[in-house]
Every structure is written in C-alpha cells, then in structure tokens.
C-alpha cells in the first residue's frame, strides 16, 4: 500500500519521539481515497475535520490536549472503578438470563455497553442510543481505516454524514456548557473543530475500547482454567496487559514525512507515509511496560490509556465471575481486520451444562 512498515518498539518510538520530522497529518485520513460521489454526501452534511488532537501538531495540539485530559484525569479514571463494575455485572447478569434460551455473544451484551456510559459520564456530553452509536462508530472504522469499494463507500458516507449531523446539533448546543464540547468552545475552538475532535474521540473514546473488552473476554475464554480462576476472584490484569501487547485493538498508526529524513539507515523521501506497529513485536524479553506502546508514545500518547486498560480489566473479572460456568461456542469467530483496528466480531459462548 506504499507505507514505509516499522516494526521495531524502538524505532516506533523514535518516530513518535521526532514529532517534527513525522508528522500525524495523515492519521485520520481516509485509508482508501473517497469518491467523489461519497464526498458529495458528505459535504452536504457540511462535514470537515480540521486537525486537532490526533492529527494536529505544535500549541494547537497542546492547547486542545490539555482541556481534554481535564476530563480524564488520574483520579477521575480511578474513581470509576465502580461504576465499571457495577455495568459489567448488571450486563452480564442480564447476559446470564438470556442463556437460558440459548448462546449469547459478550460482545455485544457486555462488551458494547460500559465504554459508552463511562465516556459520557466523564465527558458529560450527550450519546445516542447503544445500538445507533454502535452503527456509527463501526461505519466510521471502516470508512476511514477500511477498503470499502465504490458501492460500500456511498453506504459508509451516508452513515458519517448522520453521525455528523448529529453530533454538530449536539456541539452547538453545548456552547456556554460545563461538558468537553463547551469547555473547548471556551478555549477558543470553532465549531469545526470541536466536531472534529468530538467525531474520533466518541469513536475512540468507546468503540476501541468495547474491542478490547470483546478481544480480552475472548482470549480468557480459550482457556477454562484462566477463566475458572478469573471467575474464583484472580485479577485480569495481567492477561489484559498480554493481548496489549499482542494484539490491542488498536494495532497499527501513522504519520507522514514533511521532508526528507532518515529512519534506522533508511533514507524517507518527503511525502513517505509510515505504517508504526504497535504490537506483536516485542519479544520474550519485553518486559512489563512493553503493553503500553498500544496507546502510543510520548506527545499522542492516548488520554484514555489509563481508562481503557481499567475498564477492559474489571469487565473481564466481573464477567467472569457473574458467568464462572460458561464456554465458548460455535464456530471461531470472524475477526474486524482493518488498517489500525482488530477484534473479534463475536464472543459467542454456551452453558458448560445446557
């Protein structure tokens, strides 16, 4: 696909380290350049997304990063422990009475669940109902980190454009507002822009981290006794930190070459888009941080690293242990395989003794 693939830990730290020689201006466009027939759908929703966290650089991204890690705070992070525990058990005891009638799929009846209301309790702004947010968020992964043909590109284009839709009605009203929408507003961040920074961080605020849930959940599941042992009181964290190693749901980022440079011996020409690995590469020998190269380094480094990893940890534990006597079913699962996202799409499991 034309991107210059870094595998090596310490190189895809030295990249992310050089923040003025690879540039993230290329880390939420779109994998598969758009029609112009998708583009029309979407300039009619009036969609833009200006950099500004993700993709933005120099005092605009500190300025923005700052307000936003605000919102997530160690101590706040800390405080939701609770509540994390409190969604997982009230999903998978609901889970546990729909077993009665059949399999069930935790990824969608535990897994998609806590993220979204975690969010919205720190960030106070408003979400759409479960399975619409769902909808979106994975059209969005697609459009933008997937290969969707012509056809699909005119589906995935109509969905972004009523998720945008939405979510501008939703930024403007929170101009004068105490929730991130309107603490940005107050900044000094336009419309625009507060739309841009809303539109992947209600994705990747929830929806990466519901993958990651859905991934670990599954992971315990291939082993009865890992997941006897969750189930008798055994912390998560440990296996949570393996699968962030291995196989995070984010796997892979970008950036760009603003001129030429060289990386590890080789010569970048300006124009060169990297492909950073950020799993899967570490070894035996990693040691205990090596996990943490899945939310990034440095400067980008993922606000809601700390989160993510708390969240993943207590719904497996407490899933576990509502559901001690469960196995998983059916045949292996089919795998969401995009440029930077993976997860299984189901986790699907069945009574020990139906």
Not at 51 to 78: C, E
Not at 84 to 112: F, K, M
Not at 144 to 161: C, N, S
Not at 245 to 250: D, H, L, M
Request: net charge negative; with cysteine; charged share 20%.
């Amino acid at each position: 696909m034309g991107y210059h693939v870094v595998q090596d830990p310490e190189q895809v730290r030295e990249v992310l380290r050089r923040v003025d020689d690879f540039l993230p201006t290329n880390a939420l466009t779109s994998v598969v350049p758009l029609s112009p027939a998708a583009l029309r759908i979407l300039s009619r929703a009036r969609f833009a997304l200006p950099p500004v966290l993700a993709s933005a650089t120099g005092q605009l991204h500190r300025q923005v990063r700052s307000v936003v890690a605000g919102f997530f705070t160690p101590a706040r992070v800390a405080a939701t422990g609770p509540r994390v525990r409190e969604l997982a058990r009230q999903h998978a005891g609901a889970a546990a009475a729909e077993l009665a009638h059949g399999p069930v799929d935790l990824a969608s009846a535990v897994a998609a669940h806590i993220p979204p209301v975690i969010m919205q309790e720190l960030t106070g702004f408003p979400l759409p109902e479960a399975q619409v947010l769902k909808r979106w968020s994975r059209d969005s992964l697609e459009l933008f980190w997937g290969w969707p043909d012509e056809d699909r590109q005119l589906e995935l284009a109509g969905t972004a454009a009523e998720f945008y839709s939405w979510l501008r009605a939703e930024v403007i009203a929170s101009r004068g507002g105490d929730n991130l929408f309107g603490a940005l507003y107050a900044a000094g961040l336009g419309t625009a822009e507060v739309c841009s920074l809303g539109y992947f961080l209600l994705i990747a605020g929830q929806e990466t981290t519901a993958l990651l849930i859905s991934t670990a959940l599954y992971r315990a599941l291939e082993d009865a006794r890992r997941w006897r042992a969750l189930a008798e009181g055994g912390s998560g964290a440990a296996l949570v930190r393996t699968v962030l190693a291995e196989e995070p749901s984010v796997h892979t980022w970008r950036r760009a070459c603003p001129r030429d440079t060289e990386l590890g011996g080789t010569t970048l020409p300006a124009g060169a888009e990297i492909l950073l690995e950020l799993a899967g590469h570490h070894g035996q020998d990693a040691g205990p941080t090596a996990y943490s190269l899945s939310f990034g380094y440095g400067l980008h480094r993922c606000l809601g690293a700390k989160l993510a990893e708390l969240e993943t940890v207590l719904a497996l534990e407490e899933t576990a242990r509502t559901l001690p006597d469960v196995r998983l079913c059916g045949p292996e699962p089919g795998w969401l395989r995009l440029l930077s996202f993976q997860a299984p799409l189901a986790v699907t499991v069945e009574r020990e003794n139906p």
